[in-house]
């Protein structure tokens, strides 16, 4: 099978790699680029933990082709945190304990941060809503939600 050429834009830097057309930008961020933030948890985008954004928008990485990144920016959790310095989101997962085997964390995190950018004052019931897609199977979601709740907080204090 030939293998196809894309360059897109991965936190911010530009990339280019070679994939097949069925490989999917799960299997390309973390073999061909060694992004290995996303996991696979389910393959079918039932649990969210590939989540990432393209040009914005949140996906479920293991639902995309990596030939359809071809121009596209995308954000992955290794670009969450500036340098040493954490992002306010993990910085208040860390405090609130939210998260244990870390399975889902990255995607969640890029899910919180995908609402905060969308609405940075969410209800409760929003951010339990926009994070329903990510399935936790070791904290329950009640520290999670604090977390992003208290992010939240903290982001339009610093805004």
Known sequence: MAKHHVSATVNNDP??????????????????????????????????????????????????????ANGMKIETIEGMAQGDK?????????????????????GVLIAAKALLA??????????RYWLAGNLCRCTGYDKIIRAVMDAASEMRKGA
């Open 86 to 106: 954490l992002h306010p989101l993990q910085q208040k997962f860390l405090e609130h304990a939210a998260l244990q085997c870390g399975i889902c964390t990255p």
């Open 15 to 68: 990339v280019e790699f070679l994939c097949e057309t069925d490989q999917t930008l799960l299997d390309c961020l973390r073999d061909e680029l060694n992004l290995t933030g996303a996991k696979e948890g389910c393959s079918s985008g039932d649990c969210g933990a590939c989540s990432v954004t393209i040009n914005g928008r949140l996906v479920c990485s293991c639902l995309v082709l990596g030939v359809e």
């Open 118 to 127: 969308k609405n940075p004052n969410p209800t409760e019931t929003e951010t």
